[in-house]
């Protein structure tokens, strides 16, 4: 049978049925510190001396708190409630030491008036799937508060709109970081204004759903923009477009419209005088903000870590974005540069000293044969994913250029150097420039100290992802006098020789043969060079 309801000024707004801690046996907190708020929304003081409290099983009467409290803010000795006032229903064992853990867990504000019930628990016990009734001197109920069934430990059920009926669209679990806001607003209030609801991007149309919860009729404008620069603060050049808007109390306004976006990957943001919401969209296959650039997920020694790097000349900040399935810290990439996420830091420190980047500590469980590698903004719109099926221990996986296609092998390949290179250019990474050749300046050089042509200078194009190179230097007799052997990834490698032998002491003037050979890794492709060169003397 329908309960009828009486307009008052007195409604519930706040129902602490789940307190932190253990839920059963004698003094548990899960008993002693549930709470009750009520608030005055009227314009009179309104006595509540003989109102009731209930839940579906049992009644209790509201009576004043009048022994010791110990929080000095709250008032107590009452049931008067001023308009804006609170009033805060608590199990007179509130105040006990009960199992000894979580004591009087609440802090009180000025306007909070404390009350308790004529018994020692509230109604029956408040759960989660309670609906709580407020019933005034004249045995009416006057107000209903529905709560959801979801249940978490700590944290109260809240009012969304104490003007708005308490039913289970206006209620919802509290997102304070204290779990609940007894005697203040409540954490996800909202009031009379134009709300974005839901907000969708497909393609190239947007679609909103905005609504009024509030008890007037609010007129207002919505802007949505393209936030180039990914500072959330709006320019003209931004604007995608405005719609003024008229909505009248409790009604809902669907909204489409369609844009068209350049390729790239946009952060689409809209907004209202009470609320905004983003989105981001990708049109083309193109890389994200921020990528995912080098892993170690194979270390000889030290930590696992990732690198991610910011392909805008922007700051992005990662806030809440998800990396391994796990929330990332509030921190920004910088443009065009490296942030370094690791296992361990300090494991990470013992191994590469401090890096030229930035480096956060986050969990990371990366395998060792084949692996996915994601990176999910907050609105879980995938930024990057990597999948991996082989890795070198002792060597990261590293991408040749931050704007190539994540998802195809060809845009990967194991460090040159052990350890990689967290933080910094990757050691494969290359511009793809075609048409470099294998060239030496100056093909006579005279290193005699004048500061004139000291150093022979040989650039060395590059076939391979992963570079070998032997340089040998050869006398007109066959007689090798000096021999280097390093290895490079990228587009080019540079050697430099200053004219001195491997065993000590300069070259003699004359001719020499410089002889280049460049291997693969796996020492079965090589590609060889050969140029005459010469010492002079001035």
């Given at each position: 049978?329908?309960?009828?309801?009486?307009?008052?000024?007195?409604?519930?707004?706040?129902?602490?049925?789940?307190?932190?801690?253990?839920?059963?046996?004698?003094?548990?907190?899960?008993?002693?510190?549930?709470?009750?708020?009520?608030?005055?929304?009227?314009?009179?003081?309104?006595?509540?001396?003989?109102?009731?409290?209930?839940?579906?099983?049992?009644?209790?009467?509201?009576?004043?708190?009048?022994?010791?409290?110990?929080?000095?803010?709250?008032?107590?000795?009452?049931?008067?409630?001023?308009?804006?006032?609170?009033?805060?229903?608590?199990?007179?064992?509130?105040?006990?030491?009960?199992?000894?853990?979580?004591?009087?867990?609440?802090?009180?504000?000025?306007?909070?008036?404390?009350?308790?019930?004529?018994?020692?628990?509230?109604?029956?016990?408040?759960?989660?799937?309670?609906?709580?009734?407020?019933?005034?001197?004249?045995?009416?109920?006057?107000?209903?508060?529905?709560?959801?069934?979801?249940?978490?430990?700590?944290?109260?059920?809240?009012?969304?709109?104490?003007?708005?009926?308490?039913?289970?669209?206006?209620?919802?679990?509290?997102?304070?970081?204290?779990?609940?806001?007894?005697?203040?607003?409540?954490?996800?209030?909202?009031?009379?204004?134009?709300?974005?609801?839901?907000?969708?991007?497909?393609?190239?149309?947007?679609?909103?759903?905005?609504?009024?919860?509030?008890?007037?009729?609010?007129?207002?404008?919505?802007?949505?923009?393209?936030?180039?620069?990914?500072d959330a603060n709006l320019s003209d050049d931004e604007v995608l477009f405005k719609q003024d808007l008229s909505i009248p109390p409790g009604d809902t306004l669907i909204l489409t419209r369609n844009i068209?976006?350049?390729?790239?990957?946009?952060?689409?943001?809209?907004?209202?005088?009470?609320?905004?919401?983003?989105?981001?969209?990708?049109?083309?296959?193109?890389?994200?903000?921020?990528?995912?650039?080098?892993?170690?997920?194979?270390?000889?020694?030290?930590?696992?870590?990732?690198?991610?790097?910011?392909?805008?000349?922007?700051?992005?900040?990662?806030?809440?974005?998800?990396?391994?399935?796990?929330?990332?810290?509030?921190?920004?990439?910088?443009?065009?540069?490296?942030?370094?996420?690791?296992?361990?830091?300090?494991?990470?420190?013992?191994?590469?000293?401090?890096?030229?980047?930035?480096?956060?500590?986050?969990?990371?469980?990366?395998?060792?044969?084949?692996?996915?590698?994601?990176?999910?903004?907050?609105?879980?719109?995938?930024?990057?994913?990597?999948?991996?099926?082989?890795?070198?221990?002792?060597?990261?996986?590293?991408?040749?250029?931050?704007?190539?296609?994540?998802?195809?092998?060809?845009?990967?390949?194991?460090?040159?150097?052990?350890?990689?290179?967290?933080?910094?250019?990757?050691?494969?990474?290359?511009?793809?420039?075609?048409?470099?050749?294998?060239?030496?300046?100056?093909?006579?050089?005279?290193?005699?100290?004048?500061?004139?042509?000291?150093?022979?200078?040989?650039?060395?194009?590059?076939?391979?992802?992963?570079?070998?190179?032997?340089?040998?230097?050869?006398?007109?007799?066959?007689?090798?006098?000096?021999?280097?052997?390093?290895?490079?990834?990228?587009?080019?490698?540079?050697?430099?020789?200053?004219?001195?032998?491997?065993?000590?002491?300069?070259?003699?003037?004359?001719?020499?043969?410089?002889?280049?050979?460049?291997?693969?890794?796996?020492?079965?492709?090589?590609?060889?060079?050969?140029?005459?060169?010469?010492?002079?003397?001035?």
């Amino acid at each position: 049978m329908p309960v009828l309801l009486i307009f008052s000024a007195i409604v519930i707004n706040e129902v602490m049925s789940n307190p932190a801690g253990s839920e059963s046996g004698r003094g548990s907190p899960g008993d002693r510190n549930e709470f009750i708020e009520i608030m005055n929304i009227g314009n009179d003081t309104i006595d509540i001396s003989q109102f009731f409290i209930a839940d579906r099983i049992v009644s209790d009467a509201i009576e004043p708190w009048t022994d010791v409290f110990p929080d000095t803010n709250a008032i107590t000795g009452t049931t008067l409630i001023p308009p804006g006032f609170y009033g805060v229903i608590l199990d007179p064992e509130y105040v006990d030491s009960g199992d000894g853990t979580h004591l009087q867990p609440y802090r009180f504000t000025d306007s909070t008036i404390v009350l308790r019930v004529d018994d020692t628990t509230i109604g029956d016990g408040l759960s989660s799937k309670d609906t709580v009734y407020l019933i005034n001197q004249n045995g009416d109920t006057i107000d209903i508060f529905v709560q959801g069934e979801a249940n978490k430990d700590g944290f109260s059920y809240e009012r969304i709109n104490p003007y708005l009926p308490a039913d289970i669209e206006n209620t919802g679990l509290s997102i304070d970081s204290t779990g609940s806001t007894l005697g203040r607003r409540n954490s996800i209030y909202i009031g009379d204004g134009i709300y974005i609801i839901s907000f969708s991007l497909s393609d190239a149309l947007i679609k909103l759903v905005l609504k009024n919860p509030g008890i007037h009729s609010v007129e207002d404008t919505l802007i949505v923009f393209d936030d180039y620069n990914r500072d959330a603060n709006l320019s003209d050049d931004e604007v995608l477009f405005k719609q003024d808007l008229s909505i009248p109390p409790g009604d809902t306004l669907i909204l489409t419209r369609n844009i068209s976006p350049s390729e790239g990957v946009h952060l689409i943001r809209a907004k209202t005088s009470f609320s905004s919401v983003f989105k981001y969209i990708r049109i083309g296959d193109v890389v994200g903000d921020v990528v995912i650039n080098e892993i170690m997920a194979a270390p000889e020694m030290g930590c696992e870590w990732i690198e991610l790097y910011n392909t805008l000349a922007y700051p992005v900040s990662i806030d809440g974005w998800l990396l391994e399935d796990k929330t990332l810290p509030d921190v920004s990439v910088p443009p065009l540069g490296y942030l370094i996420v690791a296992d361990d830091s300090t494991e990470f420190f013992a191994v590469y000293g401090m890096p030229e980047s930035e480096l956060i500590t986050h969990p990371l469980s990366l395998s060792n044969e084949e692996d996915s590698v994601l990176l999910f903004t907050g609105d879980t719109f995938c930024m990057d994913r990597v999948v991996y099926t082989e890795t070198e221990r002792g060597y990261s996986i590293e991408r040749l250029n931050p704007l190539l296609p994540s998802g195809e092998k060809a845009s990967w390949s194991c460090s040159v150097y052990p350890g990689g290179t967290p933080g910094r250019r990757n050691s494969v990474f290359t511009e793809k420039n075609e048409g470099e050749e294998f060239n030496v300046y100056p093909r006579v050089f005279t290193p005699d100290g004048d500061g004139r042509d000291e150093v022979l200078l040989a650039i060395i194009p590059l076939p391979f992802v992963r570079n070998h190179i032997e340089v040998s230097i050869f006398d007109l007799r066959g007689r090798r006098i000096y021999r280097e052997v390093f290895d490079s990834g990228g587009d080019v490698a540079y050697f430099r020789w200053d004219g001195r032998k491997n065993g000590g002491g300069q070259a003699e003037k004359g001719v020499y043969i410089l002889n280049v050979c460049v291997k693969d890794f796996e020492g079965i492709k090589r590609v060889v060079h050969k140029k005459t060169i010469a010492i002079g003397r001035r």
